[in-house]
């Protein structure tokens, strides 16, 4: 999201947060985020990294969650990561290990801040950010407390219950997007817009020299409903020039399942309703059966793929507080 476009928590009463915008360094890459605070805290609080989605919606997706867990006492850093709103980087390019990264950088960010209990640091993301909360807390054992909201256990699973008959005529043209990537000799956008997170593009398919550039719908084709167009024409809008088909690629191989044993003995906590259309309950099931002790597996009847941070934003702090107040807060020195 572009910082004038605001920072969108939907509070409605309740103790006061703070809200500012950060930028911190993740790979040589200068990245933004919306940093929440309680603004009445007794000593440094715990912390937890947002992952946004696909899509790269951080308002949207992440900040309305986030106000209400600082409004419990923890400080949320949602990222823009690389390529995404004001961050710099190969522009709109989901890459998991690289996100995972930022993810990283974002927690040594907030390790150094005053107000900041670096000992008790978690991470939280909902849909591929999810997924991406999952494959971080695998890899970052400073990451004490994992908060997975509606998030894919297998890329490739997840790309075939999407795309269904379609997927051979998907991968086809992955294969010609990869040759000419290879002709290229790019696998990102161009240098200007990975450096400042500017980017041209025809969202219809144009080339950019770095391969096929896509609607988000050819990417995650959704049966229609009037939720989900909503959210489209939104992305649309954020995001006009779209997205590398590369990203399809860059998901085949990212299995956050395989992933989820290394979070033990650290905590994890899916939420995922299972009226879920977008993102299976299966594949919160399947990452909770892999996953080692403790964990929890909260599976509300309806909500659909928004419902967590949406309609049922307020239940899913309430889940996440009693889990991060278990798991985070006591993990660290923060009373």
């Known amino acids: 999201m572009s910082a004038d476009d605001g920072i969108q928590l939907n509070l409605s009463g309740g103790p006061e947060v703070d809200a500012e915008i950060v930028h911190f360094q993740s790979d040589g890459l200068r990245l933004r985020g919306v940093l929440v605070t309680p603004r009445e805290r007794a000593g440094a609080v715990p912390a937890l990294v947002a992952s946004h989605g696909w899509s790269g919606a951080v308002n949207f ?122 002709r290229n000799g790019s696998g990102g956008d161009d240098a200007e817009g990975a450096r400042t997170g500017s980017g041209e593009g025809d969202a219809e398919g144009a080339r950019t020299g770095a391969g096929e550039r896509v609607p988000l719908s050819v990417l995650m084709p959704l049966p229609p409903s ?8 939104f992305i649309r809008s954020v995001y006009p020039e779209g997205y590398p088909l590369e990203n399809a690629r860059l998901a085949l191989d990212f299995s956050p399942e395989s992933l989820a044993p290394a979070i033990a003995p650290r905590a994890l906590c899916l939420i995922t309703p299972v009226d879920d259309t977008v993102i299976s309950a299966d594949h919160s099931r399947a990452v909770y059966a892999r996953a080692g002790e403790p964990k929890e597996l909260h599976l509300p009847p309806e909500g659909g793929h928004g419902g967590p941070m949406g309609p049922l934003v307020d239940t899913t702090a309430e889940i996440a507080g009693a889990f991060l107040d278990k798991h985070l807060r006591l993990s660290g020195g923060a009373s």
């Open 226 to 233: 009037p939720a989900l167009d909503a959210e489209a024409a």
């Open 61 to 182: 997706r992440v900040l309305p969650l986030a106000g209400r867990l600082a409004q419990r006492g923890y400080a949320v850093l949602a990222i823009d990561h690389r390529g995404f709103g004001d961050s710099e980087g190969a522009r709109l390019r989901c890459d998991p290990a690289e996100q995972v990264r930022d993810v990283s950088a974002a927690a040594t960010y907030l390790a150094g801040r005053p107000e900041i209990d670096g000992s008790a640091l978690g991470v939280m993301g909902a849909s591929f950010g999810g997924a991406i909360a999952v494959a971080a807390a695998a890899a970052d054992e400073r990451l004490k407390a994992c908060l997975s909201l509606v998030p894919l256990a297998d890329g490739r699973r997840w790309l075939e219950e999407l795309h269904g008959a379609d997927l051979p005529a998907l991968l086809a043209r992955l294969e010609r997007d990869d040759a000419e990537r290879a």
